[in-house]
C-alpha cells in the first residue's frame, strides 16, 4: 500500500511539474535589411514551447508582407501574405523581447494570424498595415502597449524599439 501510494505521488509530482514548465514564448524580431540586397527591413513573430493544456509542440513564425513585391506598392493596398522564415534566417535578426502566453493567448494569436492572411482584397498598405502593425496586434494580445508614430511606420527595428521604451515592464534593452 505505502508503494503503491509513494508511486502515485511520485506520479502526480512529474505530472504538474510537466505542466508547469508548459509555455508558449512570442519573441518579437526585426530586421534592418537592404533593398540592394532584396531583403527589405520586416518585423515578425516567432512562437516557442508547449501548450499548458495538451503539452503539445508549438514552433511556428509568422510575418506580414506583400504578396508581390513591385512599384504598387507605394501607390496604395495590394494582396497579402503571411508567412514563416526558415531557421537560418531568424538566426540572423534582431530579438528585441519575449513574453509568455496563456493557450487562450496562443490561440488568439492564431486566430489573429488568420484574420490578416484571408482579409478579403488588397490589404496589404505600407504605411497602414505593413509588417509592424501585424506584430502590432500580436503585441497587443499580449496586453503590450503600442502605437505607430510615422517617424517609424517603415523602420522595424526603430519601432520595436519604440515598443520597448513603451512597455518597461519587459525590462528589455533597445537594439542599436
Not at 513585391?69 to 507605394?74: E, H, N
Not at 509588417?131 to 500580436?138: K, L, N, P, R, S
Request: aromatic share 12%; hydrophobic share 40%.
Amino acid at each position: 500500500m505505502r508503494r503503491a501510494l509513494s508511486f502515485l505521488l511520485a506520479l502526480f509530482m512529474l505530472s504538474w511539474s510537466a505542466s508547469a514548465a508548459a509555455e508558449v514564448r512570442m519573441s518579437f524580431h526585426s530586421f534592418s535589411g537592404s533593398v540592394f540586397f532584396g531583403r527589405y527591413p520586416h518585423a515578425f513573430v516567432v512562437l516557442e514551447g508547449r501548450l499548458d493544456s495538451n503539452g503539445r509542440k508549438i514552433d511556428e513564425n509568422f510575418g506580414f508582407t506583400a504578396a508581390e513585391v513591385s512599384r504598387d506598392v507605394l501607390k496604395g493596398p495590394v494582396r497579402q501574405k503571411v508567412y514563416a522564415e526558415p531557421d537560418k534566417y531568424i538566426r540572423s535578426t534582431n530579438r528585441h523581447f519575449t513574453v509568455t502566453l496563456t493557450d487562450e493567448e496562443y490561440y488568439q494569436v492564431k486566430r489573429e494570424v488568420a484574420k490578416w492572411r484571408d482579409a478579403p482584397g488588397p490589404y496589404y498598405h505600407i504605411d497602414k498595415r505593413n509588417c509592424i502593425h501585424f506584430v502590432g496586434a500580436m503585441a497587443q494580445i499580449a496586453g503590450l502597449r503600442v502605437d505607430y508614430p510615422k517617424s517609424v511606420v517603415r523602420k522595424p527595428k526603430e519601432w520595436l524599439n519604440h515598443i520597448t521604451r513603451l512597455n518597461p515592464q519587459l525590462g528589455a534593452k533597445q537594439i542599436d
